[in-house]
């Protein structure tokens, strides 16, 4: 008698999608057969499933739904330089039993391989193809490229202002890494660098905004009041073959003198961590109100008299309530940037305005319920523009 398990996810999966196991038994043909799989998460029980023979002697189980639902996103605003994301990961194995018998009783069982789920989900095209290697920093990857966790092209530019703030992830499947920040001025010459010890693995996020960079390593307020752009980059500390450092993320500083209120978004993105966007024409504020009330019959007495004053209603409003909207234009924008803007922002179920300067972050809905990809052939100059409604709502005072 024996269990074999086939196949199993990746050691890093998106826990938004399908997490499915495959196994199978010799001993199908057995009365009262059927598969006995416990779920183990972060080391301990989480639950037990009764699962039966379904094509042949092979049956599957998806842990997807378990594992989705004990992650979480949080955006991480204390100033911190780099997190270990634990909230938006967990470790995971499967173990299964085979079960049967007049009276049903388990027998031979086998163990997955220790697995870890983070809260990502991908349309099921960048699924099948997702290669977790290609965001892993690692000594002993040789895959190329290793990228931070976000699907911004790469060819263009990625633009943050000093007061602003700028999130990236990676997974380290290693025993540490370092973070390496190089600052460039406008002849691309490197004005001031830094390595910072991470000492974490895993998952991880980096608060990659310039006040951050500037609180937690040796660069200085003037490095980056002389520079056009920096650089990012994960290096892992692993003995591993290859070097495994991750792709040198650029970022564009925003120095441009702009006519209107900038408004940055920050959003939970297809990875499980934080894009940002930051919309630079005009916004426009506007406000609908509801308006509470009942219709009371006309008139009023007066003594022995029954009379219509003018000062007597009949339509009476007891309360009102009012919400907040925003409409946020961006700037003129390449067709790769707007269509992957609509489909990160539109589709991400929570999203921040920031405020006072990257120290304040105000959930907002995004109320566009479809978006179509801009072409620059079709469409000419391309720009985007989004309504956002403010989750605070104003109740007044009754009447």
């Given at each position: ?12 999966s998106?826990a938004?999608n399908p997490l499915?196991?495959?196994?199978s038994s ?6 009262n057969?059927?598969f ?6 972060n080391g301990s029980?989480?639950s ?12 599957k189980f998806?842990?997807?739904?378990i ?16 997190t270990?994301y634990?909230s938006?990961i ?6 299964v039993y085979?079960?049967?018998g007049?009276?049903p009783t388990t027998q031979a069982?086998d163990t997955s391989?220790?697995?870890y ?8 095209p ?12 690692d ?10 966790l976000?699907?911004w ?12 703030r ?11 890494m370092n973070l390496?920040?190089r ?5 691309n010459t490197?004005?001031?660098t830094d390595l910072?010890?991470v000492?974490?693995?895993?998952f991880?996020?980096?608060d ?6 500037i609180?937690?390593?040796s ?8 520079a056009?752009?920096?650089t990012i980059?994960?290096r892992p500390t692993g003995g591993g073959a290859?070097?495994?450092a ?8 925003d120095l441009?003198c702009?006519r209107?209120?900038?408004?940055r978004l920050?959003w ?9 966007f ?8 506007s406000?609908?109100v ?12 007066d ?8 000062y007597?209603?009949e339509?009476v409003?007891?309360a009102k309530r ?9 700037d003129w924008?390449?067709?790769?940037v ?5 489909r990160?922002?539109y589709?991400s ?15 907002v809905n995004?109320?566009n319920?479809?978006y179509?990809f801009?072409?620059r ?5 391309i720009q985007e523009?989004?309504?956002?409604e403010r ?5 007044s005072q009754l009447?």
């Amino acid at each position: 008698m024996a269990v074999t398990i086939y196949d199993e996810p990746q050691k890093y999966s998106t826990a938004g999608n399908p997490l499915m196991f495959t196994f199978s038994s010799d001993e199908t043909a057995q009365p009262n057969f059927s598969f006995i799989v416990e779920v183990y998460v972060n080391g301990s029980l989480h639950s037990t499933h009764q699962v039966f023979r379904q094509f042949n002697t092979l049956s599957k189980f998806d842990c997807s739904g378990i594992l989705s639902s004990t992650l979480s996103s949080p955006l991480i605003v204390d100033g911190t330089l780099t997190t270990f994301y634990d909230s938006a990961i967990n470790e995971y194995y499967i173990i299964v039993y085979e079960k049967y018998g007049a009276t049903p009783t388990t027998q031979a069982s086998d163990t997955s391989a220790t697995l870890y789920a983070f809260n990502g989900s991908l349309r099921h095209p960048d699924w099948i193809d997702f290669d977790y290697q290609n965001y892993n920093a690692d000594t002993n990857n040789s895959t190329s490229p290793r990228l931070f966790l976000t699907s911004w092209p790469r060819a263009k530019r990625y633009y943050c202002g000093l007061d602003e703030r700028v999130f990236l992830g990676i997974i380290c499947d290693d025993t540490g890494m370092n973070l390496r920040v190089r600052i460039y001025n406008s002849s691309n010459t490197q004005i001031a660098t830094d390595l910072v010890a991470v000492t974490l693995s895993n998952f991880i996020v980096f608060d990659a905004s310039p006040s951050t960079i500037i609180a937690n390593t040796s660069i200085t307020q003037g490095n980056f009041d002389a520079a056009a752009y920096y650089t990012i980059e994960a290096r892992p500390t692993g003995g591993g073959a290859y070097s495994g450092a991750s792709e040198a993320f650029r970022i564009d500083i925003d120095l441009e003198c702009h006519r209107y209120d900038t408004k940055r978004l920050h959003w939970l993105n297809k990875f499980g961590v934080w894009d940002s966007f930051t919309f630079t024409l005009v916004s426009v504020d506007s406000t609908n109100v509801e308006s509470y009330g009942y219709q009371r019959e006309k008139g009023v007495w007066d003594n022995t008299s029954y009379t219509y004053p003018l000062y007597q209603g009949e339509r009476v409003t007891f309360a009102k309530r009012a919400t907040d909207q925003l409409i946020l234009n961006s700037d003129w924008i390449s067709q790769e940037v707007q269509q992957w803007l609509v489909r990160s922002l539109y589709e991400s179920p929570v999203v921040y305005l920031e405020q006072e300067n990257g120290t304040e972050f105000e959930p907002v809905n995004i109320t566009n319920s479809s978006y179509q990809f801009k072409t620059r052939r079709r469409d000419g100059l391309i720009q985007e523009q989004i309504t956002i409604e403010r989750t605070y709502s104003y109740t007044s005072q009754l009447n």
